[in-house]
């Protein structure tokens, strides 16, 4: 067998193992009830099954239709950006959102082509006004802004 | 004469200062991200959901709405001076608008987008006055059956229109309905899919699974590309268009706007479907084809006049049905959900003056772009000269901020990046992330107005062929599937895309 077309080949595998998964699990923990009174697991058990054939169809095709590869995944901003909002998610509460923005900038910059520090520290420094103007005093959102252990 | 009565009033909400200052704000923004190639619409409404908490409906509906038209004004300028599609609804408009820049009548093809749009604002607002109300009549009768058969149909359609492989669409649609079953069962309080996760219990929240989509997964895109840009600035001198470009302008903004007002309405329409059909249609009846990607005016008036059509007649089936129609749709009935307001048709009677405000102010906001959009023009493509590098930090510094101050919960941003991943995944293997946010907005709808047809028919899943409007969904979805996997037809759609892409 030859994989003709790789993007169908690894989007049918993904189709195939999160309905599998959904139908599974809702057979497995939740009631099936009737189909005049559904269960928790009726809905959920119907989708799966589709989206599980459903991937198989895309799954088989990609042996015999002709398609593209998979292009080349940007790995460097592909986890810089998604560290940096975690981060910032994580740090809002214990460092203040004055921590929080600068690792989400510094990190999320770093994941672009150029990294220029006085330029991203310039930019740092006006989203940092800019989020405590309009969201901390103007919108009242109650974000600490510094870090929990310096008793703000 | 009721529709003027309701007009005036919906004038009346739409002109109170305070609406006004909203959608100033709205099609500001919607210029703005507009003008910015690789931020779009659906982010952008994304991030600004969770400040709507603070406005009333009304506001909210009408800063969001404003974003969505605003920003297929602002589409076409980048499009024209720089030959990148700010929108991706203004792709065609690159074709000749940037050739017609390139013989120096950059200022005729703005000023024919920014007025072929301005007419076709306000056709498509007299049609969602008068379309709106006998459609929520209908709706008004509708069953579970009726709605769960709509919302088949809807979804059936978005997948139809979407890009690329159909059962690959479907596919999206099946995996965003079933990510809108996590949560809590309405039915028996159960924990589906929640994996003991006490944050997951009240479901993902919608605005989170877009961001990721769209947001995140968008930057990581475009961080891809190296950003070069060449603008014609210096070009934009006389605005106002000769008498032969009004000429040849008028008849194709006029197709553009019935076009796109058609193609708007239906599920998965919108926009850029709009946009792209006009071209077509332009190219095919022209005369003389030949002229056609070198700077004829036919191709930036009748698609421009078509995406901004489009844009607004979508808010049709949302409004009326509650079913959104594209992915800004469903963004829009999470706003009115946000705001304890069900959409659907009793909106119109509960709420009227949220519904005739939000029609007389997409008039109002028009208007306002032409000035925006004309005079203005200067500061907009400075705008264009704003590097990349700048804006990602920035756009990721509002999407967290947004997320984060949904429940001020870390867990939310870390979902949001999940989602980032993924739709990024989605995107390298050709699955159009569109479909499954329509998808994952109607799971719990869907599942719940299956479970109330079957209880009504005994368990007969026959009722959904039996009742007659259901049928008729039922019929006509099946009929859209069978068309598209005609091999001519499929041959056909593969070509329009290929052609758009």
Redesign the interface.
Known sequence: MHIKSP??F??GL??MG??LF?AI??IAY??MG???????AY??TL??G??AV??L??FA?SFSLQGTP??A??MR??IL??????L???L??PLGLVAA?AA??FV??A????FKWR??TV?YVV?MIF?WAV?VKG?T???PMWPEALGY | MEILHNLVMGFGVAISPIHLFYCFIGVLLGTLIGVLPGVGPVATIAMLLPITFNLSPTAALIMLAGIYYGAQYGGSTTAILVNIPGESSSVVTCLDGYQMARQGRAGPALAIAALGSFFAGCVATVLIAVAAPPLAEVALKFGPAEYFSLMVFGLVAATVLAHGSLIKAIAMVVWGLLFGLIGTDVNSGVLRFTFGIPELSDGIGFVIVAMGMFGTAEIISNLELKDKREVFTSKVTHLYPTKADLKAAWAPVLRGTALGSMLGILPGGGALLSSFGAYSLEKKISKNPEKFGKGAIEGVAAPESANNAGAQTSFIPMLTLGIPSNAVMALMIGALMIQGIAPGPQVMNEKPELFWGLIASMWVGNAMLVILNLPLIGMWVKLLTVPYRYLFPSILVFMSIGVFSLSNNPFDVLIMAIFGVLGYICVKLECEPAPMILGFILGPLMEENLRRAMLLSRGDPTVFVTKPISAGFMLASLILLVIVALPAIRKKREEVFVEEG
């Open positions: 993007r169908d690894w989007a993904m189709f999160s309905g959904f699990w809702a939740y009631q009737t189909a005049v009174r559904m269960g928790p809905f959920p989708l799966g589709m989206l459903l991937g169809i895309v095709g998979v292009p995944f940007a901003p592909l950006i998604s560290v940096a909002c975690v910032y998610g994580y809002m509460k923005t989400l900038v999320s910059a994941g672009g082509h150029e330029e991203v930019l989203l989020s969201f919108l959102l109650p974000f």
